[in-house]
T-cell receptor, first 115, second 111 residues
Framework: NAGVTQTPKFQVLKTGQSMTLQCAQD?????MYWYRQDPGMGLRLIYY???????DKGEVPNGYNVSRLNKREFSLRLESAAPSQTSVYFC??????????????FGPGTRLTVL | RKEVEQDPGPFNVPEGATVAFNCTYS??????FFWYRQDCRKEPKLLMS???SGNEDGRFTAQLNRASQYISLLIRDSKLSDSATYLC????????????FGAGTRLFVKA
């Protein structure tokens, strides 16, 4: 049982390049999330998927797109990377039965640098 | 004003000390509350949920004060292994899903 896995662990891009961050979970969770974490700031939600087939914008969606490929996988795409997207990206999943018991399980993160 | 605010610290305490963290939230639609722990360069992990009646898990005690809109985390008999960043997390019910993470409080426990 690997939990939540993310690839790649590290990535360096040049401004304007595109890339896709991959995330998969093996806990049969319905909901999946993408966050970014910057120094001095809390994790900020980029996009989430409450269930397979649905996606919704979070707090900071501009410059990103997502795909919920199936129940296990949720990818994040940067179409044209900008230096402001330099950050640590975390994928998470949860059962989301109710807001009260919404423990989120996180992947190990992807450290992205955009030059 | 941030929706969830924490003292960034760092808190530097000796082993065996008791340390308390506070977190304030601004949205009265907040429904549920959690403390997560994040080790350096690692992912956040759930430490404990926070209930209105307060709850305890070993050396850790969490309290919620809805009237004043703050939650707290008390760590007794600090261990070196408690050194980490503690994240306050609030779930909102605004007709849709919203989880807000605080920026975290750093704790260093020294021998």
């Amino acid at each position: 049982n690997a939990g939540v896995t993310q690839t790649p662990k590290f990535q360096v891009l040049k401004t304007g390049q595109s890339m896709t961050l991959q995330c998969a979970q093996d806990m049969n969770h319905n909901s999946m999330y993408w966050y970014r974490q910057d120094p001095g700031m809390g994790l900020r939600l980029i996009y989430y998927s409450a269930s397979e087939g649905t996606t919704d914008k979070g707090e900071v969606p501009n410059g990103y797109n997502v795909s919920r490929l199936n129940k296990r996988e949720f990818s994040l795409r940067l179409e044209s990377a900008a230096p402001s997207q330099t950050s640590v990206y975390f994928c998470a999943s949860s059962e989301l039965r109710t807001y009260i018991n919404n423990e989120q399980f996180f992947g190990p993160g992807t450290r992205l640098t955009v030059l | 004003r941030k929706e969830v605010e924490q003292d960034p610290g760092p808190f530097n305490v000796p082993e065996g000390a008791t340390v308390a963290f506070n977190c304030t939230y601004s949205n009265s639609a907040s429904q549920s509350f959690f403390w997560y722990r994040q080790d350096c360069r690692k992912e956040p992990k759930l430490l404990m949920s926070v209930y209105s009646s307060g709850n305890e898990d070993g050396r850790f005690t969490a309290q919620l004060n809805r009237a004043s809109q703050y939650i707290s985390l008390l760590i007794r008999d600090s261990k070196l292994s408690d050194s980490a960043t503690y994240l306050c997390v609030v779930n909102l019910d605004t007709g849709g899903f919203k989880t807000i993470f605080g920026a975290g409080t750093r704790l260093f426990v020294k021998a």
